[in-house]
């Protein structure tokens, strides 16, 4: 059996494959980008996430230079920005020329800084906030991050609910009743006795956060012994756990989908905000009337989150890259990002400038939300410790903290079971 | 139903025919050249034909594997690089840890979960598609449908489902009167969800893999069963399972190896900021701690050493499921 | 075929086509409303008017029908790669006798055990000795080949290539490799149109590899959706208009692609 009337279709097949590879192999082999050849203009690449607020800030320098081109690579989200940095960074090479890194790895990346370069700069001494600057340094004193962002956290907080449990709303009198934890717990214990179907505040997991990062040594010594059992971190965990019989918390893990859902359906009236929660808050709370933004933080100040630019050590344009990120990190270029996309900048000049104190946002009853932001990233006095294991040594003690609220444990045995996780992370 | 009928090929009730017979071959003591061609042709034409593969293979597939069982000895720093060589070390440091042995009872779950009744649906839907339906082409593509979701509109999906306060599902039980199930924070609920995302996700892939395999039976084997009075349910146990037998192998082998390496899909299902599998890993599964080892910890000594462990387990659940296949005889047949 | 399905099967294939197709349209409803709506999880049971105002802005926000393009080049080209490579291989391992046999597939078999997490490591390691990160070739040639794709091969020749055939053609002369294209590439043809569909299928659905080894300028599909999710506050009906989009050169394939595979399979039905 010959099947020849088939043969003629599979010779075409066969035709039409080896053409189709063949085609493919002439289009690969010419589609190599160089970044810049002897004599042309040096390409530099920006890797970031989410959105620092840089597209117009690009096209500005790219106008205005011809040897240097900035050009960005954007990814989505952190947590695949982190894993294609980790990624390239095992395998030695494919990096970017700069890439960003967020704010909670930067302590890991400080341990063992060998495979980023040196970008300490005399002419840049004081042009960040020195609890950022710090944050960017690592144990040898070098500069390996240039700060672009922080999150400076206020209060945010629903007015209309207040009103219902009879508290204050006006911004300033609202303020003057959260200074301390101990106040800010009072009153929540106020409110769910008014309003008992509404929690106090968003998540345990957010509310520790803030208590941790005003901790000085929370998980770690100074010189990397970690010291997970101490007073300090056993009393946040002991307040938060306690407030959850109080019905203080929503017993939801951030981000999760009955968290964005709990927006729309009171599921509390107070969060601790960052500059960059305002949009998030606004998006999920869409529709929702009364939300306001007060400018006061228990225990005084408090950050979360924030990135740094980094130059790779294995990149071939480093001293080009070290300028881009000089400039991109420059206080006038990091305010136009804010009035962009909102990231607060860390520059201090820039806590002046007028994108920032002009800044209000109407979602939140016209608050005056640069302001208010600078007024909070000045309060920040301590700024935590944070050895090499802190993100790990977080993402367990936030682990044990939600087995307490989805109440697949009691306290006591989560704590023991945070214990035994820091333990084993080896 | 005699056993005859079984024989693949052939008319079922004459006995198999052989080939013409072919004039001798002309008795000359020395081989001409094109018998020697034809000689050196059939021995080495196997070779040549795998060895494109397996040269494509051996740098693509290989090397990784080299690599990764090279670094499981090793004290291997993801920023750092190499170190020293520790032998077993990493494995033992595995097996120690506190969540191995809950993600190891956690993986072989969710794989239960999935792939029973995933193989069970998927071989009857194939014998559904295998009828003479009405608008053929469009029933059978949409079986593969799910593979088109992309995985952010599936964990937006299910994580409305099946969300714990506010989700679909607790709403539904809600309105005819049950309680709530919290699907994050138990353990076994948990399992189910996930369970019940992969199966969404594959059932209809393998179903198309039994159809293949469906379609190739000849159909005067049906024939004769049903002259011989099989009812569709007989002759679907009698003639249609046994004559997919190696695709049946197929398909329990690779949801094997897929369902134990489960990874996607209880990662999309946690919310948290770890994606570990829950706050207390109720479904982490062991890939997903060598992820967490890799690329959290940052130790890909122990993530390598884990990823090695995975595949003893896997291949000793293979090797189970295959020696039961063929002990049970559930298929008949002889051994493919 | 004389078997004419009944309501039952009818109706169970139908709860099986809704239950697939359902979040497909769920996932095109959260495109066509607003991103509030979208927000809320759990759309309206009817689509929303702005599907195509969302759809423009995914496609004006990131490079689509480059990515588009790419993503039909690299998974055409390699679920060729697979079904030409698999076929030869599984052939070989199904119907032909060398030394070795049983333990290399075994072994090929086994290699599907390991977990890939880790391999991307020394993939990308390995794409930048050879220079290819960069270029296409970086998501081509990890495809090329597949342990699956020769199990596949192999499992469905061994019964659906007659031994008997195979001796006719030797006997009649043939050499190996036209006995290969003559007698058992045809009977491979509906196992091999199902690889070929679900090798483009599991190309076009990668995520990850392509993010790192594909320059930022020339991405596939996935990569160049997931740039819609930048943002703290995600925006879902943009994200889900632009995947929804996405989609559809995937329905044209599947109903190209779906009359071949009815035609192949009822061919390879047809034993005379």
């Known amino acids: 059996m010959r099947h020849t009337v088939r043969s003629t279709q599979r010779g075409r097949l066969a035709l039409g494959a080896l053409t189709a590879l063949s085609l493919a192999v002439l289009t690969a082999c010419g589609g190599d980008e160089g970044s810049g050849d002897a004599g042309g203009p040096v390409t530099v690449t920006v890797a970031t996430f989410n959105e620092f607020g840089y597209e117009e800030l690009i096209d500005e320098w790219n106008a205005e230079h011809d040897d240097i081109k900035i050009e960005q690579v954007k990814v989505g989200t952190w947590d695949d920005a982190k894993a294609n940095l980790y990624t390239k960074l095992a395998a030695g090479s494919g990096l970017s020329d700069i890439e960003a890194i967020e704010g909670d790895a930067m302590p890991a990346i400080l341990a063992e800084s060998d495979a980023f370069a040196d970008l300490t700069d005399p002419d840049l001494e004081g042009r960040w906030l020195d609890w950022k600057a710090a944050a960017g340094t690592d144990a040898e004193g070098r500069l390996i991050g240039y700060g672009t962002d922080i999150g400076p956290e206020g209060i945010c907080y629903r007015a209309d609910l207040f009103e219902k449990a009879g508290l204050p709303t006006d911004r300033a009198e609202v303020a003057g009743l959260m200074g301390t934890w101990e106040d800010y717990f009072a009153l929540g214990e106020d409110f769910v006795a008014e309003v008992p179907d509404t929690a106090w505040y968003d998540s345990s997991g957010g509310v520790a956060q803030a208590m941790l990062n005003q901790v000085e040594n929370p998980f770690e010594t100074d010189d990397n012994t970690v010291a997970v059992d101490n007073a300090e971190l056993k009393g946040v965990y002991e307040a938060i756990t306690g407030n959850v019989d109080k019905g203080l918390s929503t017993r939801l893990a951030q981000w999760s989908d009955d968290w964005v859902a709990s927006f729309q359906n009171d599921g509390f009236a107070t969060m601790a905000c960052p500059g960059w929660m305002l949009g998030v808050v606004e998006g999920n709370a869409e529709g929702v009337a009364g939300w306001d933004f007060a400018d006061v933080f228990p225990g005084g100040g408090g950050n979360w989150g924030g990135s740094f630019l980094t130059v790779p050590a294995q990149g071939d344009n480093i001293e080009e890259a070290t300028e881009v990120a000089a400039w991109l990190t420059a206080p006038e270029q990091q305010a136009k990002a804010f009035a962009a996309k909102g990231t607060f900048p860390s520059q201090v000049e820039a806590l002046d400038s007028p994108e920032i104190t002009g800044a209000s946002n109407a979602f939140f009853n016209d608050a005056p939300v640069g302001e208010i932001l600078a007024n909070r990233a000045e309060a920040v006095t301590v700024q935590p410790y944070k050895g090499p294991k802190y993100s790990d040594i977080l993402q367990a003690f936030q682990a044990s903290l939600l087995r307490v609220d989805d109440g697949s444990q009691n306290a006591a045995e989560s704590w023991d079971q945070f214990l035994t996780d820091v333990e084993a992370l080896g | 139903m005699s056993r005859r009928t079984l024989v693949r090929g052939g008319e079922p009730d004459t006995p198999r025919v052989s080939p013409p017979p072919t004039p001798s071959p002309p008795t000359s003591t020395r081989p001409t050249a094109r018998q020697r061609l034809a000689a050196w042709d059939v021995r080495f034409s196997p070779y040549l034909y795998i060895s494109p593969f397996f040269v494509l293979f051996a740098v693509v597939g290989l090397f990784p594997l080299a690599y990764t069982a090279y670094v499981s000895l090793h004290d291997w720093s993801l920023l750092g690089g190499q170190g020293d060589f520790i032998g077993l070390q990493n494995y033992r440091e595995v097996l120690d840890n506190p969540y191995f042995v809950k993600q190891l009872v956690n993986t072989i779950s969710i794989f239960l979960l999935s792939s029973v009744p995933q193989i069970v649906i998927a071989v009857t839907v194939a014998a559904m598609l295998d009828t003479r339906l009405r608008g053929r082409t469009w029933w059978r593509m949409s079986v593969l449908l799910p593979f088109v979701v992309s995985p952010v509109a599936v964990a937006i999906i299910f994580g409305s489902l099946f969300g714990d306060r506010y989700g679909l599902v607790n709403e539904l039980l809600a309105g005819i009167g049950l309680d709530a199930i919290p699907w994050h924070t138990d353990r076994f609920a948990s399992h189910v969800a996930i369970a019940t995302m992969v199966n969404w996700r594959w059932t209809g892939y393998n179903a198309l893999i039994f159809l293949a395999a469906m379609q190739a039976v000849p159909r005067d084997l049906y024939e004769s069963a049903e002259l011989d009075g099989a009812g569709r349910v007989r002759q679907f146990l009698s003639v249609t399972l046994p004559m997919i037998r190696p695709t049946m192998v197929f398909v329990i082998i690779t949801s094997t190896i897929g369902g134990l390496q489960i990874f996607a899909e209880p990662r999309l299902f946690d919310e948290t900021n770890a994606r570990n599998g829950g706050s207390d890993r109720q479904f982490g599964t062991i890939t997903m701690l060598v992820y967490d080892f890799g690329w959290q910890l940052r130790d890909l000594g122990r993530a390598s050493a884990t990823a090695w462990m995975l595949f003893v387990l896997i291949c000793v659940f293979a090797l189970l499921n295959y020696v039961a296949i063929r002990r049970l005889g559930l298929l008949g047949g002889d051994d493919r | ?272």
């Open chain 3, 1 to 272: 075929m004389s078997r004419r399905p009944g309501f039952l099967v009818y109706g169970l294939l139908l709860a099986f086509a809704l239950g697939s197709a359902a979040p497909l349209y769920w996932s095109f409803l959260l495109g066509s409303h607003t991103k509030q709506v979208a927000a809320q999880g759990v759309p309206p049971l009817l689509p929303g008017g702005h599907f195509l105002d969302n759809a423009q802005r995914a496609l004006d926000t990131v490079p689509f029908w480059k990515a588009l393009g790419n993503s039909i080049l690299v998974s055409s080209i390699t679920a060729l790669s697979v079904v030409f490579f698999c076929t030869l291989a599984g052939y070989a391992f199904a119907k032909l006798r060398f030394r070795g046999r049983g333990p290399l597939l075994v072994f090929v078999v086994a290699t599907m055990a390991v977990p890939t997490q880790l391999g991307v490591v020394p993939l990308f390691i390995l794409m930048s000795e050879f220079g290819w990160t960069g270029s296409v070739w970086a998501v081509i040639i990890p495809w090329l080949v597949t342990a699956f794709g020769v199990f596949f091969m192999r499992q469905y020749l061994v019964d659906a290539v007659p031994d008997e055939l195979l001796e006719a053609a030797r006997i009649d002369g043939c050499s190996q490799i036209r006995v290969f294209w003559h007698v058992a590439a045809p009977a491979a043809r509906p196992a091999a149109a199902i690889l070929w569909l679900f090798t483009f299928m599991q190309v076009w659905t990668d995520f990850f590899w392509p993010l790192i080894a594909l320059p930022h300028g020339n991405p596939t599909i996935q990569v160049a959706l997931n740039q819609l999710q930048s943002g703290f506050f995600k925006d879902y009906s943009l994200v889900l208009a632009g995947t929804t989009l996405a989609t559809v050169p995937l329905l044209v394939l599947f109903i190209a692609t779906g009359r071949q595979l009815v035609s192949g399979i009822m061919q390879g039905a047809v034993k005379g």
